[in-house]
């Protein structure tokens, strides 16, 4: 049997986290934060805390380095 990616059952919204692996409630997640407050990446709560110690996830960057033009 293929267990769905997702949703495993209706009444739960269970993500996989994408640090860890582990099948998660939606509830039990958090958005991490990059260097200037934009959300990164959605983890569990233990990995959501590893991630932040350094006060932020990912690398660090500046405005410099956004590399997005706007095209409207
Ligand atoms: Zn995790």
Request: glycine share 20%; aromatic share 0%; charged share 20%.
């Given at each position: 049997m293929i267990k769905p990616n997702v949703y495993t059952n209706e009444d739960k919204d269970i993500r996989i986290?994408?640090?860890?692996?582990k099948e998660v409630e939606r509830a039990d997640m958090l958005f991490t934060k990059d260097c200037r407050g934009i959300p990164f990446r959605l983890l569990c709560w233990n990995c959501y805390e590893v991630a932040m110690l350094g006060g932020y996830d990912g690398e660090y960057y500046d405005e410099s380095d956004e590399q997005i033009e706007a095209d409207y």
């Open positions: 986290c994408s640090e860890c692996g």
